[in-house]
């Protein structure tokens, strides 16, 4: 099956301080990925996209200079949240697209963020 | 206007019962998919069924079938035997345009199962 996985799985961090959540592909190549926000018992809202080596594509009202991704190889892609505030304690679900003409995302198992 | 409509926030059944969750869904394009997911108390998105647009019969996978009803743009997962391990938050959702390239996906708002001894 296709693995992916996600590191840390929960973090907890002081106001102004920045966080990288990585996300990995272990059994597949995975040239997009995509990154995900979940507030308690809401939906999934889609981030931004990151494609391997190009820059990723962020969703209308995602600000880029603060949720910075990269994703540098083909199993792994970073999200750094940067200066991070409480309003950005959440849930953060990445997933990853196996192949180019696959529709089926992977999804990791997310990683809770709390910004005290 | 919503993509994805899940008009149900909660739904209740016995075990061994079947259960409908209801979703429909908004798009101009003829090329799209359908997707739900199991979202357990854990977090993790477990994929459970998929409905390509031009695919001519109802997808089925073990007790998760989809009931497509493309000109009502409805998509409905059926759980047949519910079981109480199927307790967990389900979620549809749609990719729009061709497979390959951009896999865009957008999700509705959630369904809450709860299976009853």
């Known amino acids: 099956g296709a693995v992916v996985s996600q590191h840390p799985s929960w973090v907890i961090c002081k106001s102004g301080t920045s966080v990288k959540i990585e996300c990995r592909s272990l059994?597949?190549?995975?040239?997009?990925m995509f990154w995900y926000r979940q507030f308690p018992k809401q939906s999934l809202m889609l981030m931004a996209t990151?494609?391997?080596?190009?820059?990723?594509?962020?969703e209308q009202g995602v600000e880029k200079d603060k949720f910075l991704i990269n994703h540098a190889s083909l199993t792994l892609s970073t999200l750094t949240v940067t200066s991070a505030h409480p309003e950005d304690s959440s849930f953060y679900i990445c997933?990853?697209?196996?192949?180019?003409?696959?529709?089926?995302?992977?999804f990791g198992p997310g990683t809770r963020l709390t910004v005290t | 206007a919503q993509k994805i409509t899940q008009t149900q926030p909660g739904m209740f059944v016995q075990e061994k019962e079947a259960v409908t969750l209801d979703c429909t869904y908004d798009?101009?394009?003829?090329?799209?998919?359908l997707f739900w997911y199991k979202q357990p108390s854990s977090g993790e998105m477990i994929f459970l069924i998929y409905?390509?647009?031009?695919?001519?019969q109802n997808a089925t996978e073990g007790r998760y079938s989809l009931n497509f009803q493309k000109a009502r743009k409805s998509a409905n997962l059926v759980i047949s035997a519910s079981q109480l391990g199927d307790s967990a938050m389900y979620f549809c959702?749609?990719?729009?345009?061709?497979?390959?390239?951009?896999?865009?996906?957008?999700f509705g708002t959630g369904t809450k199962l709860q299976v009853i001894p």
């Open positions: 409905q390509g647009s031009y695919d001519q």
């Open positions: 990151s494609n391997e080596g190009s820059k990723a594509t962020y």
């Open positions: 959702a749609m990719r729009e345009g061709p497979s390959g390239g951009y896999q865009k996906v957008t």
């Open positions: 798009t101009s394009d003829p090329s799209y998919g």
């Open positions: 059994d597949f190549q995975a040239t997009t």
């Open positions: 997933s990853a697209v196996r192949g180019r003409s696959s529709y089926e995302q992977y």
